[in-house]
């Protein structure tokens, strides 16, 4: 019998103002193993950040209090080079390009396809 190789989940951060999907984004991740904290706002994102280490962040544009981009740059101000799938209904591949974020996928979207994106970008990082 080989020994069990431990490998921790994947953690990831969503930061989105729509409660519902948030809440539909958690429980897909989950089933897929991975973990996942909640934010709905930029605000709340940094303050998850400042409190805990995230292997991939998944990103809404459009936001009350903080939006998107702003909490993409305030992140990078700090010195943080998490993952970021940018997830929007208005011009996420556009915003992908300006932001020079890892990945994005236009809403509505295939909650295959952001599971398999998110392991795609997170991946590195986590091994590394």
């Given at each position: 019998m080989g020994s069990a190789i431990s490998v921790q989940p994947l953690r990831v951060l969503i930061i989105d103002d729509d409660q519902a999907l948030l809440r539909m984004l958690r429980l897909s991740m989950l089933s897929e193993g991975l973990e996942v904290a909640t934010a709905s706002d930029g605000f709340t994102g940094l303050e998850a950040l400042a409190r805990d280490n995230f292997d991939a962040i998944v990103l809404d544009l459009q936001?009350?209090?903080m939006d998107g981009r702003t909490f993409y740059r305030q992140m990078l101000a700090q010195g943080r080079r998490t993952p970021v799938l940018i997830l929007s209904a208005y011009g996420a591949e556009?915003?992908?390009?300006?932001?020079?974020?890892?990945a994005?996928?236009?809403?509505?979207f295939d909650p295959d396809v952001?599971?398999?994106t998110i392991r795609r970008i997170a991946e590195p990082a986590a091994s590394s």
């Amino acid at each position: 019998m080989g020994s069990a190789i431990s490998v921790q989940p994947l953690r990831v951060l969503i930061i989105d103002d729509d409660q519902a999907l948030l809440r539909m984004l958690r429980l897909s991740m989950l089933s897929e193993g991975l973990e996942v904290a909640t934010a709905s706002d930029g605000f709340t994102g940094l303050e998850a950040l400042a409190r805990d280490n995230f292997d991939a962040i998944v990103l809404d544009l459009q936001m009350p209090n903080m939006d998107g981009r702003t909490f993409y740059r305030q992140m990078l101000a700090q010195g943080r080079r998490t993952p970021v799938l940018i997830l929007s209904a208005y011009g996420a591949e556009a915003a992908r390009r300006e932001l020079r974020a890892d990945a994005a996928l236009p809403k509505p979207f295939d909650p295959d396809v952001l599971v398999e994106t998110i392991r795609r970008i997170a991946e590195p990082a986590a091994s590394s």
